[in-house]
């Protein structure tokens, strides 16, 4: 595979493997951006036009995720070319198939899936049932709020970037490119818990648009009885281009949909002064230049959509929503802050800076796992036992926030900012 230039490190995958089965028009991708520990995470997306290019950028997006997030865990990221409006029997059919045929590395462990763009948590178990895997029980029935734990992320993201450019999110104006499992709980959010004003949404059916603000309720309801038409039935507000809603005379765009939403060819016409990604990779590496030349902050998307991954993580062990934010503001709000500031202060865009610092954790934590110590080996049999089932809930429960305290803990050699408690 050639080698890719997502920001500023040139990388080529650890593992690509390439599914076919075209006695039922299955073609699949696995791409493995990075091991630890012999294992990789990331989820499962369907989509008609991914591939394996597309998803060794978001592969390594989590790798660079993992690493700023300092979880001891592999970059990967799979996908399926197909239609997502596809028949359940077909869409079931090729998932099984999919899972079938990818068994070898399932079953070992060396990839581990989760939902994603156009899949859900049951997309994965059917998949999972092709290759002969069960969940391990504390994931059954998790995992469907992944979404809500993004967008808190996305959101502390904003409120960091708000505080380094010395003002308020209430009042502002906000955007947001895809108003699907990240977009939509983050115009809730945003407009509920800061004040926000939506002004515009989209999905793949069309965008709307009201300089005078969108009703999210009512947004929200249309989405749960019309899906993505819920553009095509919302009264009050304009039809605009979804192109166009990237460029709207706002404060705060959200990319929370596609790859490389922004380029060359729109930098030069966002108007908002932040930018603040639900979606991986919204942003090419020469349109950060462009951006950062124009003192418009755009936000990492790695570091501002990590909620997902840590709030699942939480959900595992059985804290709830109020701990989770907390816990996402508390980790991640000072050391967004401190990359902004950083990054306005010196020459290059806060997105080069983090990328390279969190390559950086990445590999010493890849390091570390190679020389495995008594502490660690103890935490891994203790992780086995935990997935397999054989400790309660309700013992797991309250020992939860100590046992994250401990294992979750930032050390030194992490971004700067601040540096310790996760409570």
Same mark, same amino acid.
């Given at each position: ?5 997502t ?17 039922i028009g299955?073609?699949g ?5 990075a091991s630890?520990?012999?294992? +990789?995470? /990331? ?13 060794g950028s %978001? !592969?390594? &997006?989590? $790798?660079l995720k ?5 979880m001891?865990q592999?970059?990967?990221k799979?996908?399926i070319v197909?239609d ?22 399932l ?7 989760g939902?994603?763009?156009n ?19 504390p994931?059954?029935?998790k995992g ?22 010395e003002?308020s999110?209430q009042g ?5 490119e895809?108003?699907? +499992?990240? /977009? ?11 004040g926000?004003?939506? %002004? !515009?949404? &989209?999905? $793949?059916k ?26 095509t ?16 005379d706002v ?7 596609r790859?490389?939403?922004i380029t ?12 603040c ?27 501002a959509n ?21 816990f ?15 990054a ?6 806060m997105?080069?800076i ?7 954790v990445?590999d010493?934590?890849r ?16 992780l ?11 013992m ?13 803990r930032?050390?030194?050699h992490?971004?700067p ?6 409570v």
């Open positions: 595979m050639t080698t890719h230039q920001l500023t490190i040139e990388y080529d995958p650890e593992f690509v493997c390439t599914v076919r089965d075209e006695s299955l073609t991708y696995l791409v493995v951006d630890l520990a012999g294992h +990789a995470c /990331g989820g499962l997306r369907l989509s008609e036009g991914v591939s394996i290019e597309e998803l %978001l !592969a390594r &997006s989590m $790798t993992y690493g700023f997030s300092y001891k592999g970059g990967a799979a996908g197909a997502p409006d596809l028949p359940l029997e077909k869409r079931r059919r090729l998932l099984y198939r999919f899972g079938e045929l990818l068994g070898p590395v079953r070992q462990g060396y990839y581990y899936s939902p994603d763009m899949t859900t948590e049951e997309d994965i178990e059917h998949m999972l049932q092709g290759a002969g895997v069960h969940l391990p029980h994931r059954r029935g469907k709020k992944s979404g809500l734990y993004t967008a808190l992320a996305v959101m502390v993201a904003a409120e960091a970037a708000a505080s380094a450019m003002t999110l502002k104006t906000i955007a947001i895809g108003f699907g +499992a990240v /977009g939509s709980p983050l115009a809730m959010l945003m407009a509920k818990k800061k926000v004003k939506v %002004l !515009a949404v &989209s999905t $793949t069309g965008a709307v648009y009201n300089p005078a603000g969108l009703d999210v309720e009512r947004l929200l309801k249309l989405r749960q009885s019309h899906g993505n038409s819920l553009v039935v919302y009264e009050d507000a304009d039809r605009i281009d979804n192109e166009d809603l990237l460029t709207l404060d705060i765009i959200s990319p929370c949909a790859q490389w939403a060359e060819a729109n930098a030069d016409r966002i108007k908002a002064s932040l930018v990604p639900g979606a991986n990779n919204p942003v090419t590496p020469e349109a950060e230049r462009m951006l950062f030349r124009r003192k418009i902050v755009s936000v990492p998307h790695f570091t990590c909620g997902g991954v840590l709030g699942n993580k939480l959900e595992v062990v059985g804290v709830n929503e109020e701990y989770i934010e907390s996402i503001r508390k980790r991640n709000f000072d050391r967004i802050r401190s990359l902004i500031v950083r306005r202060d010196g020459s290059e865009p997105t080069f983090a990328e390279r610092e969190a390559k950086r990445f010493k934590m390091e570390e796992a190679r020389h495995a110590t008594l502490p660690s080996l103890t935490h891994r049999v203790g086995r036992v935990f997935n397999a089932g054989l400790i309660p809930d309700f797991i429960r309250p020992l939860a926030p100590r046992y994250l305290e401990r294992t979750m930032l050390p030194s992490t971004f900012g601040q540096v310790g408690s996760v």
